[in-house]
């Protein structure tokens, strides 16, 4: 039994490894694709006294990319992130720090703010595969423009074991918080937070 599980995960993974995403975007249907949370990731971080930069996350989000693969600048991006879903990995058990993170006022306020959203307003190409996608983001109630780096990494028509189109990005972007109306604890807490983001779309049923 031992030997056949070895052998299946090196069956998927040795597929995974050995297949690119060579598919070029306008091969690709157009039409909404789903974030896969399984594949994407949203990661912040924020200046801690000059010494680090503090690293979080949240786990849960959903969205949907309304994808023109023949012109990519008329696509447009909706996000919706739990705030309830931020992840410090605080490593002592004392206090519930993602709790109080969540929680205060003074800070994410997920009780009476319980939705974090972006939408975008306008894509620019910067390059062959990268662009900048401006949009709202509205966080503690507060709606503000910015602006995301975009690089388009891959995609593919048919992907393997799903047998559906998907698409890949990396972005990123510095937001300050305090336009937000989040200014606890600043400066000791740094008011620039870097979003770093991975998100794989899969095609809509």
């Known amino acids: 039994m031992k030997q056949l599980l070895v052998s ?8 995974v490894t050995t297949t ?4 070029a975007l306008d091969t690709l249907p157009s039409g909404t694709y789903d974030l896969d949370l399984s594949h994407s990731s949203l990661v912040w971080k924020v200046n801690h006294s000059g010494l680090s930069n503090y690293t979080a996350r949240f786990t849960k989000m959903s969205g949907a990319l309304d994808l023109d693969t023949q012109d990519p600048t008329k696509s447009t991006l909706t996000v919706e992130v739990d705030p309830m879903s931020l992840e410090t990995h605080f490593p002592f058990d004392y206090k ?3 709790k109080e993170l969540k929680e205060d006022a003074k800070l994410f306020n997920a009780t009476a703010h319980p939705s974090i959203s972006f939408k975008s307003t306008g894509i620019e190409m910067t390059g062959e595969n990268t662009g900048v996608v401006t ?13 995301l780096d975009v690089t388009f990494n891959g995609a593919f028509l048919e992907m393997p074991f799903v047998g559906k189109p998907v698409v ?7 937001v300050e918080r305090s336009k937000w109306g989040m200014e606890y604890l600043s400066p000791g807490i740094g008011d620039n937070v870097s979003l770093l983001i991975e998100a794989e779309f899969m095609k809509h049923k």
């Open 96 to 98: 519930d720090w993602n």
């Open 168 to 174: 890949g990005f990396t972005a990123s972007a510095t």
């Open 135 to 147: 949009g709202d983001l509205t966080f503690l109630g507060v709606t503000k423009p910015i602006a």
């Open 8 to 15: 299946v995960l090196f069956f998927i993974f040795g597929a």
């Open 20 to 23: 690119h995403a060579g598919d």
